[in-house]
């Protein structure tokens, strides 16, 4: 994820699915995510290993000079399923967006469902002009959600990135406002 220089805090409305909530972040969130982010196999794609302690997340995912907003998404029952963020870039209604569905719901479409809510949010409400999304090409199922959901690779940035699991290739990914409205009306048609 990109951070940038400490920026008022933006809210974290609340997105409701089919399935699924999604709120802004709470502590206890912390012990719910770290049977994943604490797993190494789950944070294969993370730019950092997987988390020792709850506490460790939790200093993470609370990072008061992170810019981004965390959306943690929430099943019928109460349980949390995976974790949205959206980024503000330099570039202006520009927004970063990542994902990560917690083990044990991986295959249930978590992802693409809340996914998709958080691209209408950010079109819809906060009237961003693109969105971003920066894939390690390795990540063969972050990479057809992201395709799935109309986004384009734009660029292919080889060696880009060394992370835990050594140098990576990253596709980075647009959706423009605009296809994702014609997109959005050939559904609807």
Request: hydrophobic letters at 45%.
């Amino acid at each position: 994820m990109v951070r940038h220089a400490v920026q008022p805090p933006r809210t974290v409305p609340t997105l409701e699915t089919r399935r699924f909530v999604m709120r802004a972040l709470r502590r206890s969130d912390a012990a719910a995510l770290l049977p994943t982010l604490g797993d190494a196999a789950q944070c294969l794609y993370l730019s950092r290993p997987a988390f020792a302690s709850e506490d460790e997340l939790w200093g993470w995912l609370a990072d008061p000079e992170w810019t981004g907003r965390s959306w943690i998404a929430e099943d019928a029952q109460g349980a949390v399923v995976g974790r949205f963020v959206a980024v503000p870039l330099e570039a202006g209604r520009v927004e970063e967006i990542g994902y990560i569905t917690c083990v044990g719901r991986q295959g249930e479409g978590v992802a693409k469902e809340c996914t998709a809510a958080l691209i209408a949010h950010l079109f819809g409400s906060e009237g961003a002009d693109r969105l971003v999304a920066e894939v390690d090409v390795e990540n063969v199922a972050s990479v057809g959600l992201i395709e799935r959901l109309g986004f384009t690779r734009e660029a292919l940035h080889i060696a880009h990135e060394e992370t835990h699991k050594g140098v990576c290739d990253m596709a980075i990914y647009i959706l423009h406002r605009n296809d994702y409205q014609v997109s959005q009306k050939a559904v609807e048609a």
